[in-house]
């Protein structure tokens, strides 16, 4: 593996780092200078819930390395399978690139909160009753499931270390619409681009919310898929079952010990693989269902 390479896919989100601390003081004075009425206010940020997110987030760097040398071994070794090679020195390469990544991504996060076993990892990038630019540094520590996504890219002949910087960039916009203070954008920009709007929605634990908005640079995969919601009103954040704790390994993960303690309770191999594989919050027809987020 050229060791330049694997330095480049490094870069973006580690230059980024400094950039995400900045935007987020400047979120908080901008929420402390705020002359909204109350109930309009943007909620801000409470110390504790902050601190949780900002260190899942630089956990998170650490097991993302460790994903990237995984899964990029097994995308060179695809990648050489391929006669034909995508060039990494054209606009047009790295803007289709760009636009692939965002296409998995979209699937990715449906599957993230339609598959119990993968929402295990996601919710934990749910679990704030915050919405704020601290928010987005919430994130998990088990990213295996993109790789599932992203495995056609090497065998469409894209290189393979193209696809962490594409990545990169995707997280990176993600940050910025993580926030309150920031209402609706122009319509052609709600139309085609993921908002703030779009993405408060998102994160809204209120039923008209739950499972809407998972684009990641473009929400033109919602329209397209009928996953799109206008925001409506204020979302209340969080999980629907809140999880009341900011213990990093429980919010990290305290969903797959529940997946297992259903499991162990489930009758038939019926009920322990729809424990698994079903929907967050599934369970035998007499029982009540209970959403997970």
Excluded: C
Aim: glycine share 6%; proline share 8%; hydrophobic share 50%.
């Amino acid at each position: 593996m050229d060791a330049p390479f694997w330095a480049d896919i490094n870069v973006p989100l580690l230059v980024a780092m400094p950039f995400f601390l900045l935007f987020i003081g400047i979120e908080v004075l901008t929420i402390a200078h705020s002359d909204l009425p109350e109930g309009e206010r943007p909620r801000g940020y409470v110390f504790r819930d902050a601190r949780t997110s900002i260190s899942m987030g630089a956990g998170s760097l650490a097991f993302m390395l460790i994903f990237k040398l995984a899964t990029l071994v097994v995308y060179v070794a695809l990648w050489q399978l391929v006669p034909w090679k995508l060039p990494a020195d054209t606009w047009w390469s790295w803007a289709a690139m760009v636009v692939l990544v965002d296409l998995g991504w979209y699937w990715n996060h449906r599957f993230a909160h339609r598959v119990r076993i993968a929402w295990a990892g996601h919710q934990a990038h749910h679990s704030s009753e915050y919405f704020n630019f601290g928010t987005a540094l919430r994130q998990k520590w088990n990213p295996w499931s993109e790789a599932i996504f992203w495995l056609p890219l090497p065998l469409l002949g894209f290189p393979p270390w193209m696809i962490y910087i594409a990545f990169s960039v995707n997280l990176i916009y993600q940050f910025f619409i993580h926030t309150e203070t920031v209402g609706k954008l122009p319509a052609p920009i709600e139309l085609i681009l993921n908002t703030p709007s779009h993405h408060r929605v998102h994160h809204g634990s209120d039923p008209e919310y739950l499972d809407k908005n998972y684009g990641g640079i473009l929400i033109v995969w919602d329209r397209l898929f009928g996953t799109f919601q206008e925001e409506l009103h204020r979302p209340r954040y969080g999980l629907t079952k809140p999880v009341n704790t900011y213990n990093l390994l429980k919010l990290q993960y305290g969903e797959y010990a529940r997946i297992i303690a259903d499991v162990r309770a489930a009758r038939t191999w019926r009920e322990r693989l729809a424990y698994v594989f079903g929907p967050p919050g599934w369970a035998p027809a007499e029982e009540a269902p209970a959403r997970g987020a």
